[in-house]
């Protein structure tokens, strides 16, 4: 199912109507999937009107949504139309801040093994899970900017 999954998230067109209808602060945000397997997944946001706080830099919010989104595309993939279903929610978010976004910043995760295998025991066992995924937030001198950890909580939805 990720295959299919990441086919619909890489389309240009279905994603930012999906970040329109879904996450409209995303879409005003400039956020965008680069690149994303089962394994890893790059976002990007942009240093614009829209990102900026009063200090000429990205508002920290905009980074967050763009570090989240990069683990959250993982989860998404390996619970997209899976049998039994999971839900998926972010129960802690943290976040370090190294030098100012002046400038496109791009986030990488690249644990979408972890998060897949974590995924996997919550289907098997019906236990719920979490998983921390890190993304790492750069500019396009690879500069690192922030780095994020979001911890996931999955659980298998009973079926009616």
């Known amino acids: 199912m990720p295959n299919s999954f990441f086919q619909l998230a890489l389309n240009p067109f279905k994603f930012r109507l999906f970040l329109l209808t879904k996450l409209p602060a995303a879409y005003f945000s400039g956020v965008r999937v680069v690149s ?4 890893k997944a790059v976002v990007t ?23 989240e989104m990069s683990t959250g595309l ?4 390996h619970t997209y139309e899976s049998r039994p279903a999971v839900s998926m929610l972010v129960i802690k978010s943290e976040g370090n801040f190294f030098k100012k976004a002046t400038g496109l910043t791009t986030f990488t995760c690249e644990d979408g093994k972890a998060i897949k295998l974590v995924i996997e025991e919550t289907k098997l066992s019906g236990a719920g899970t979490s998983v921390t995924a890190t993304s790492i937030g750069r500019d396009e001198d690879e500069n690192v900017i922030a780095e994020f950890k979001f911890t996931w909580s999955f659980k298998r939805k009973e079926s009616r």
């Open 36 to 39: 994303a397997n089962e394994a």
């Open 74 to 77: 993982l989860a998404m993939a």
């Open 45 to 67: 946001v942009p240093y614009k009107k829209f990102t900026t706080n009063p200090f000429k830099s990205t508002y920290f919010a905009c980074l967050s949504m763009a570090a």
